[in-house]
């Protein structure tokens, strides 16, 4: 099979899509871009999208060597490993950027909720409650933005996972083939 890379990557993410679909069918999805008054959880969402992009077109790319075995021959297992490398650092860095962005949302969250407390209001209970609104939102924007930002990354890395795999199956042979002089 010229295409196994993508078919393993294809067969994963069934469940975490299927997953996706449920959340989106009880309401939870759409709770989390409500709740999110800063847009994070949109940016959050295009980088994790532009990354899986990224890890497809990757498993294509590495499908292809792997049929076509040409490109690597008589490299050093030096350079294939720093090639791969290099094809992966963009793919690691967009999932560590989503945990970033939760947890920056997780601080304008609670900022956005302390602004709502004036400290000379509060022996007001009327006051108070109705700054509790403004803290329970800015906690909404804290929570959703890191649960957003965390599940991507998870699940962003056990797409790495099945790549590095076939990078790696990719190296293993170059170690088989003796270096042209």
Same mark, same amino acid.
């Given at each position: 099979?010229?295409?196994?890379?993508?078919?393993?990557?294809?067969?994963?993410?069934?469940?975490?899509?299927?997953?996706?679909?449920?959340?989106?069918?009880?309401?939870?999805?759409?709770?989390?871009?409500?709740?999110?008054?800063?847009?994070?959880?949109?940016?959050?969402?295009?980088?994790?999208?532009?990354?899986?992009?990224?890890?497809?077109?990757?498993?294509?790319?590495?499908?292809?060597?792997?049929?076509?075995?040409?490109?690597?021959?008589?490299?050093?297992?030096?350079?294939?490993?720093?090639?791969?490398?290099?094809?992966? !650092?963009?793919?690691?860095?967009?999932?560590?950027? $989503?945990?970033? %962005? &939760?947890? *920056?949302?997780?601080? =304008? /969250?609670?900022? #956005?909720?302390?602004?709502?407390?004036?400290? !000379?209001?509060?022996?007001?209970?009327?006051?108070? $409650?109705?700054? %509790? &609104?403004? *803290?329970?939102?800015? =906690? /909404?924007?804290? #929570?959703?933005?890191?649960?957003?930002?965390?599940?991507?990354?998870?699940?962003?890395?056990?797409?790495?996972?099945? %790549?590095?795999?076939?990078?790696?199956?990719?190296?293993?042979?170059?170690?088989?083939?003796?270096?042209?002089?």
């Amino acid at each position: 099979m010229k295409y196994r890379t993508i078919a393993k990557l294809i067969a994963f993410n069934i469940v975490p899509l299927v997953a996706l679909f449920f959340a989106w069918v009880f309401g939870l999805v759409q709770k989390s871009y409500a709740a999110d008054s800063t847009n994070i959880v949109y940016l959050i969402t295009a980088i994790f999208i532009v990354a899986m992009g990224l890890v497809f077109y990757r498993a294509r790319q590495i499908d292809d060597e792997l049929h076509e075995s040409t490109w690597w021959v008589g490299q050093t297992s030096e350079f294939v490993q720093l090639t791969f490398e290099n094809r992966l !650092n963009p793919i690691v860095y967009m999932g560590y950027s $989503l945990v970033v %962005l &939760g947890l *920056i949302g997780t601080v =304008v /969250g609670f900022i #956005f909720g302390l602004n709502g407390i004036d400290p !000379n209001t509060m022996a007001d209970l009327s006051t108070m $409650l109705a700054s %509790l &609104g403004t *803290i329970l939102q800015g =906690v /909404g924007i804290a #929570f959703y933005t890191t649960l957003i930002g965390s599940i991507g990354d998870i699940w962003l890395g056990f797409n790495i996972l099945i %790549l590095t795999g076939a990078m790696n199956q990719l190296q293993l042979r170059t170690l088989k083939r003796p270096v042209a002089a």
